[in-house]
T-cell receptor, first 115, second 114 residues
């Protein structure tokens, strides 16, 4: 299996622009997670899906952030409008079973820089 | 509330030394899971191990070993005969059976010098 795939790997954008991050989970995994990693706050869970349905989005920082999972093989995280404080590495992860029990497999991350 | 503490921010050792990374957790649940992940310089997080709260047996995998002690709420990770390739940030994480979330510690950066 190819593992979790994320694109783009790097994104540089100007403040105010819309940013869309993409994720393809491992086939057959029922759970998908979006995380953000910064030096100041460490790894933060933003949102997660079970069978394409958003379960908990309490970690989404503001209304500027939105996430979708239109099918089992694709998810997006959108930031509109982007701000410099959104600069971080964004990880997508998927899990084969019960999310709190089974291990999560992480993608390589998208490094976002907002100038 | 759940909490994971990795008090060691950074550790430096010379190759072939043994090193232990500490992890202390807090939870009110009796059923929970503990994890260790490795984040090498390339950036991706790699799953290392998962233990459930009912299994306190220590685990060994090659040069890696884990010591789970419920009495002290600790799940420590030891690398024996460290190698330069072990240089990475290591994260300990906790999940409770009634939630789907992993709570990560702040990580310990391990640098192994030749």
């Amino acid at each position: 299996d190819a593992g979790v795939i994320q694109s783009p790997r790097h994104e540089v954008t100007e403040m105010g622009q819309e940013v869309t991050l993409r994720c393809k989970p491992i086939s057959g995994h029922d759970y998908l997670f979006w995380y953000r990693q910064t030096m100041m706050r460490g790894l933060e869970l933003l949102i997660y899906f079970n069978n394409n349905v958003p379960i908990d989005d309490s970690g989404m920082p503001e209304d500027r952030f939105s996430a979708k999972m239109p099918n089992a093989s694709f998810s997006t995280l959108k930031i509109q409008p982007s701000e410099p404080r959104d600069s971080a590495v964004y990880f997508c992860a998927s899990s084969p079973g019960i999310a709190g029990v089974d291990e999560q497999y992480f993608g390589p991350g998208t490094r976002l820089t907002v100038t | 509330a759940q909490k994971v503490t990795q008090a060691q921010t950074e550790i430096s050792v010379v190759e072939k030394e043994d090193v232990t990374l500490d992890c202390v957790y807090e939870t009110r649940d009796t059923t929970y899971y503990l994890f260790w992940y490795k984040q090498p310089p390339s950036g991706e997080l790699v799953f290392l191990i998962r233990r459930n709260s009912f299994d306190e047996q220590n685990e060994i995998s090659g040069r890696y070993s884990w010591n789970f002690q419920k009495s002290t709420s600790s799940f420590n990770f030891t690398i024996t005969a460290s190698q330069v390739v072990d240089s990475a940030v290591y994260f300990c994480a906790l999940s409770e059976v009634n939630t789907d979330k992993l709570i990560f510690g702040t990580g310990t950066r391990l640098q192994v010098f030749p």
